[in-house]
């Protein structure tokens, strides 16, 4: 609880992967057997920072060990009620096109990985709270400067 007697929102990390094919941005998203078209995100444990949760999250869920935290691109509560979530671009190795994981934290689902382009609306089958999210990466990638 905080001071004015309001919950604390639950923290959310959400590591970016990005690439850039043929000069088109697009982040890696995938599809969870019973959940849906979404991106890598989970909670902030305990003691942990959400920089740490993102790197964590990233290999728990996708099987990815990142190289690097390149860009913090900032922190949201608009995404979902009662949550605050942490968007952190990251650098990987070059990955493919598509693949599958299975995710050893959830029960073991076998989760299918995917580009979507940045700048294309998701289908439907992401949820509402996905579309805000990335609605929140477009403009903060457009505020970074260009290289």
């Not at 009662?82 to 599958?100: A, R």
Request: with cysteine.
């Amino acid at each position: 609880m905080t001071d004015g007697g309001q919950r604390a929102a639950t923290d959310k990390a959400c590591p970016v992967v990005l690439r850039s094919p043929q000069g088109k941005c697009e982040i890696l998203a995938f599809c969870h057997p019973l959940a849906g078209h979404q991106f890598v995100k989970g909670t902030v444990e305990a003691g942990e920072t959400p920089a740490a949760a993102a790197l964590r999250e990233l290999y728990e869920e996708a099987g990815i060990t990142a190289q690097a935290i390149t860009t913090m691109l900032g922190s949201s509560n608009a995404i979902q009620s009662g949550e605050k979530w942490h968007f952190f671009v990251v650098q990987t190795d070059p990955l493919p096109d598509s693949w599958q994981h299975k995710c050893a934290d959830d029960g073991g689902q076998l989760f299918g990985f995917f580009w979507h382009p940045v700048r294309q609306p998701l289908p439907d089958s992401f949820e509402h709270r996905f579309h805000k999210a990335l609605h929140f990466i477009r403009a903060q990638l457009d505020l970074l400067p260009v290289p």
